[in-house]
């Protein structure tokens, strides 16, 4: 049977399963059986053997788990038939068949080149690709001319108080300078600067002892 995975993209992956399957799967075993030369094991073995006398086993002891893998699969068929749900030590054997899959090729192949153009330098942008338009941006007049209604000493209310929340008041601070050598300076486009008051030398005192 083959099963296309993703019909609608460019390229298809074939998927094949085998309609006939020739191995089990017994999961949640005894912890015994991983041990070798265990009893226990050599007794689970002979519960396969007796439907396939070259079947094989493997033993995957981190999940608890053992693959049974025999010379048919008509064999597989009647094991898991006869053994499933059946008493092994005390425990029921659970069965499943192991099912092979097989995708596409055998060689593990490259991503597409999908995004390849956002790279420095970028190579030639895929087929139908637009660059996207910067949108209008978004100017707000109200909070613009509140900002030009602001003078010096005042407060505005921003946001007003709730029994929860608290208010939020924008205090316009004062000018404490010379309002007419700022003013020069601002008609000139220039920042007043701030005097620096440079530290005085200590003096020279003859400090040594003879």
Known sequence: MQQSVNE???ATVDVHFTDLLDSLLAWKVPVEIFITDSPLRTSFEELFRAFDQNVTFQFFKSFRRVRINFSNALAAAEARAKLHKSDFNGREVRL????SVHIGSPRLEPPKPDKQFLLSPPPSPPV????AKDSTPVINYELLCAIARL????KYELQPGTPTTPSVVVHVCENDQDSSENEKDVEEGRRA?????????????????Q
């Open 96 to 99: 499943c068949f192991a099912q």
């Open 128 to 131: 139908g690709w637009e660059q």
């Open 151 to 154: 003078g010096p000493g005042e």
């Open 193 to 209: 600067r701030p005097k620096i008051i440079q530290t005085r030398r200590p003096e020279y005192t003859s400090s040594v002892k």
């Open 8 to 10: 609608d993209t460019e």
